[in-house]
């Protein structure tokens, strides 16, 4: 199979200049991405949002709708980045009871299933856009450490539908976006464990809250008939 080379640069100047070999028939938002620029998806890659265009040899494309034939000098505008959405923060906090719709009130809807027992557990949360995790004391301690970052899956697509009407057309997608919850899932644990430290083998339940689609994806199940 054909290879070939990609530049990417952030400017005309080629500062922040990265190079990125990949196979002739890649999708330029896909090579975009494996070398660490994460381009704008809202759409799922349908090009219809017009939020991961970038130029290619002067000529206005959108990545998702790109195919690499060719080697390629690509201008990533900073406008088509999702800019410090990847970062996690972990920090401690103190859990009261109480209800709402944001990630730290719905986390903390899930902390009575976490208490009475020994070692740790982990309080997931699966928003659309927003992954969060609370690591408990099973014994009953108040402080916790929490981690959050943004839903890997947003490359599908920033809503449900989109990412439904993904797996519709690609039904490859459905393993694809759960093994990126999973391992987004692993990382923060991981995070939280070395924060707090333990290690994750100390860790012997975790409660998952999420909506319907979100659920199904991290199980495996077909979310296109929600």
Not at 30 to 49: V, Y
Not at 110 to 129: C, E, H, K, Q
Not at 131 to 157: I, M, Y
Request: proline fraction near 4%; hydrophobic fraction near 40%; glycine fraction near 10%.
């Amino acid at each position: 199979m054909t290879s070939c080379v990609i530049t990417f640069h952030r400017d005309r100047a080629l500062v922040q200049e990265r190079t990125f070999t990949a196979p002739a028939g890649t999708q330029l938002v896909d090579a975009a991405a494996q070398a660490g620029f994460d381009l704008r998806t809202h759409c799922g890659g349908t090009g219809t949002c017009g939020k991961c265009q970038v130029i290619v040899n002067d000529q206005k494309v959108l990545a998702c709708q790109m195919v690499v034939t060719s080697n390629l000098d690509v201008l990533v505008p900073d406008a088509s980045l999702r800019v410090n959405e990847q970062d996690v923060v972990v920090q401690t906090t103190y859990c009261h009871s109480r209800e709402g719709g944001n990630p730290d009130e719905r986390l903390c809807s899930l902390v009575p299933r976490l208490r009475g027992g020994d070692g740790y557990g982990i309080a997931v949360d699966i928003g659309t856009t927003t992954l969060a995790a609370e690591l408990h004391d099973l014994s009953g301690k108040l402080s916790v450490q929490t981690s959050s970052g943004a839903n890997p899956q947003r490359t599908f697509g920033d809503d449900v539908i989109a990412r439904i009407q993904k797996v519709l057309e690609t039904p490859s997608a459905l393993f694809a976006m759960q093994q990126l919850v999973v391992g987004a899932i692993n990382g923060m644990i991981a995070e939280l464990a070395e924060k707090s430290g333990i290690s994750p083998q100390d860790i012997s339940i975790m409660v998952v809250a999420g909506n319907t689609a979100m659920q199904s994806i991290l199980f495996g199940i077909d979310p296109s008939p929600l």
